[in-house]
């Protein structure tokens, strides 16, 4: 069977988020078709969590955590894996599929597997370059053999990852063919996207387990085509905004809630620990609606920021979760500075004198 999708790591994120959508929609025919994963890492570690992935069985999902204040826990079945490959071990193949069958490529390789290496001035390929580097040189015999578009939807945690991704595919496809760069250039989609799941652990020998929150934020472009539908999947016009409520509601509201822990010297380890304090989920809540929500309303966003922060709520008191408040402490200055400060000057651009008095304080006990 043909995979229209190839997607490059066998993160237990991209278990638990692309790959569980498209299962999902494949079962409704909503899907553009089943995935061949790719490998990039050859790490041999990982070679049986690599076979366990294209399992007929499928391998499992599990759910849990809270939606609307109601605990979940269930089980979900991933069939939508029908090939899993290996850069080290089967490279003409992985060629082949992205040759002949490949519409959409996915990725997450980490944004460390995006960062140059030695290896990439080579003029052959080198299991040591980095991801653009290999996805440069697979790709060529597609355009030396058809020339066809394709689309590419990175899920790495880079801004505008599209576009850095093409940033760092067209030099080592200039060094190969001035002919390929600019059909890399001008027939490939480089779609940016914002992917948002916590995903706690893994299941062996594949799957993993994962709250109920999910978010697949793809920017709207000229020739768009969406792997799958679903609820997850949002196209939307600015990735900025959805930046923008992501850091100055979730995030936000972590560093919040470290900061009053660090001040408490309370004994809590976990954030879903200080959530089960009546009076400090309800401190929070109270600094969202009266802190944070009128900046969004400002902006026309209010309602958009009220559901936000309702599912924030709930993420942050997932019961199943052990989110370490000493995790999140870390760089706890440079957070404040980011999140606290960050927010109150988008607060002053939407309203002029905009009043925070917490956050504010917060902010001015970590200035220099």
């Not at 079962?27 to 490998?39: C, E, F, M, N, S």
């Not at 001035?121 to 653009?132: E, I």
């Not at 790495?156 to 940033?167: D, I, P, T």
């Not at 607060?347 to 504010?360: F, K, M």
Request: charged share 25%.
């Amino acid at each position: 069977m043909a995979t229209p999708i190839v997607q490059f790591g066998t993160s237990r994120f991209l278990q638990a988020h692309a790959d569980l959508f498209i299962s999902e929609a494949l079962k409704d025919g909503r899907a553009l078709g089943p995935i061949t994963v790719v490998q990039t890492s050859g790490d041999p570690g990982r070679a049986k969590r690599l076979k366990a992935l294209a399992m007929k069985a499928g391998f499992d999902v599990r759910v849990r955590g809270l939606i609307e204040g109601a605990r979940v826990d269930d089980v979900r079945t991933v069939t939508s894996v029908s090939k899993a490959l290996s850069t080290d071990l089967d490279r003409p193949e992985v060629e082949r599929v992205l040759r002949d069958e490949a519409e959409i490529i996915l990725s997450n390789t980490t944004e460390h597997g995006f960062l140059p290496r030695p290896a990439d001035n080579g003029s052959t390929f080198s299991q040591a370059m980095s991801f653009p580097a290999k996805l440069a040189h697979l790709l060529f015999s597609r355009f030396a053999e058809n020339a066809r578009p394709l689309q590419v939807m990175p899920c790495e945690l880079l801004h505008k990852n599209g576009a850095a991704l093409k940033a760092r595919v067209l030099p080592v496809a200039e060094r190969l063919s001035s002919e390929y760069a600019r059909w890399l250039e001008t027939r490939v989609l480089w779609v940016n996207s914002l992917v948002d799941r916590i995903v706690s652990e893994p299941l062996e020998p594949a799957g993993a387990v994962t709250e109920p929150y999910a978010l697949w934020a793809v920017e709207a472009c000229v020739g768009l085509t969406l792997p799958c539908a679903h609820p997850a999947l949002k196209v939307v016009g600015d990735l900025d905004d959805v930046e923008t409520m992501k850091l100055f509601i979730l995030n936000l509201g972590h560093t919040y809630l470290v900061e009053n822990w660090r001040r408490a010297d309370a004994p809590q380890s976990f954030v879903r620990e200080r959530m089960d304090d009546a009076t400090i989920r309800k401190d929070l809540l109270d600094l969202y609606t009266d802190e944070v929500l009128p900046a969004f309303a400002a902006e026309g966003r209010g309602r958009e920021a009220d559901r936000y922060i309702d599912e924030t709520l709930d993420r942050l008191a997932n019961p199943y979760l052990d989110h370490r408040l000493a995790d999140i402490a870390r760089n706890h200055k440079q957070k404040v500075a980011l999140r606290i400060g960050g927010f109150l000057a988008f607060a002053n651009r939407a309203v002029p004198g905009y009043r925070a008095p917490r956050l504010e304080a917060i902010l001015a006990r970590h200035a220099d």
